[in-house]
């Protein structure tokens, strides 16, 4: 602890961006990912789902 | 020409106007972004008590704010969905919760960076940050909520009066540094003016900018996903392109 309070007096910048912005900006990429991943499945279900009722169709 | 407002309240119509606003919404976004780091890292000169710690603050002022915000339009739109059982309220609710709680998490986060070589401890039991804590677990309480009931017509109801109850919490956050004798400094920015430079406003609202536009970008791309799971059983769905390729 004591170590970390020496480094950030000597690198207040590297601090500040490591910190917050680089853990702000590598937040909002996982959210991202997270959307796109989330789309991808609902899509492959919705289309899974649209598949089986065609061929439940051509059954009947 | 006027504008029929209320077709757009439909998910039909909803989901193909989110999907062509989205693109502008994070380009905006990512420009806003790259605009404000620059504005607030090379050009807001440092400050004479804080140094370079204070940069945080470009951050954590537009976090905070957009915690408290998005909290009010999630409950709006919870109200809304409530009272008049409209189906895209209670999506759009549900896709908002998860940045809210995402913006609170950075607020908290970056305020304890903040706080440690200001006021030597990473957290206090301070009003203002004990508020805005409450917030992330109002915020996480609705997700468990809404995620537990099975019907989701049902965890609609039962997760729209947790935001509505919730939202009191919003103007004790904001009003705690007034009512209180806080640690956490007051706001900065008032109507009657400012003793902020210039570059550092700056950088401030076009970051805060920024971060509105990204969470509308986000916001609008999950309830995109929303309404195909809950709507999956509709003709349109299956006639959508991406459904039919």
Not at chain 2, 115 to 132: F, I, N, Q, Y
Not at chain 2, 219 to 231: C, D, F, K, P, Y
């Amino acid at each position: 602890m004591i170590n970390l309070d020496i480094w950030m007096r000597e690198n207040p910048l590297a601090y500040v961006w490591l910190g917050s912005y680089a853990v702000a900006l590598l937040i909002f990429a996982i959210e991202i990912a997270m959307v796109i991943h989330k789309r991808k499945i609902t899509l492959q279900q919705v289309r899974l789902m649209r598949e089986a009722q065609d061929e439940a169709e051509d059954d009947n | 020409m006027a504008i029929n407002w209320f077709k757009y309240s439909a998910p039909t119509t909803f989901y193909g106007l989110a999907g062509k606003m989205i693109p502008w919404f994070a380009f905006s976004s990512a420009i806003l972004f790259v605009v404000g780091l620059y504005i607030g890292f090379v050009v807001a000169p440092a400050d004479y008590q804080q140094g370079e710690f204070y940069r945080i603050i470009f951050i954590h002022v537009p976090a905070s704010i957009l915690s408290m915000f998005l909290y009010l339009v999630m409950a709006a739109y919870a109200a809304l969905g409530l009272i008049f059982n409209t189906r895209l309220s209670a999506m759009m609710a549900t896709a908002i919760a998860p940045t809210g709680a995402l913006f609170a998490f950075i607020s908290l986060w970056t305020g304890a960076l903040w706080g440690k070589p200001m006021w030597g401890a990473w957290w206090v039991w301070d009003a203002r940050l004990t508020s805005e804590l409450i917030l992330l677990f109002l915020y996480l309480g609705f997700i468990a909520l809404h995620a537990s009931i099975d019907d989701p017509r049902r965890a609609d109801r039962a997760s729209a009066l947790l935001a509505i109850v919730g939202s009191v919490n919003v103007p004790i956050i904001y009003f705690s540094v007034k009512w209180w004798n806080t640690l956490h400094q007051g706001s900065t920015i008032k109507f009657s003016g400012t003793s902020m430079h210039v570059a550092m406003q700056q950088a401030m609202f076009i970051i805060l900018a920024a971060c509105w536009l990204y969470a509308i970008a986000v916001v609008l791309a999950r309830v995109r996903s929303i309404i195909l799971e809950r709507e999956r059983n509709t003709t349109w769905i299956t006639e959508l392109p991406e459904v039919r390729s």
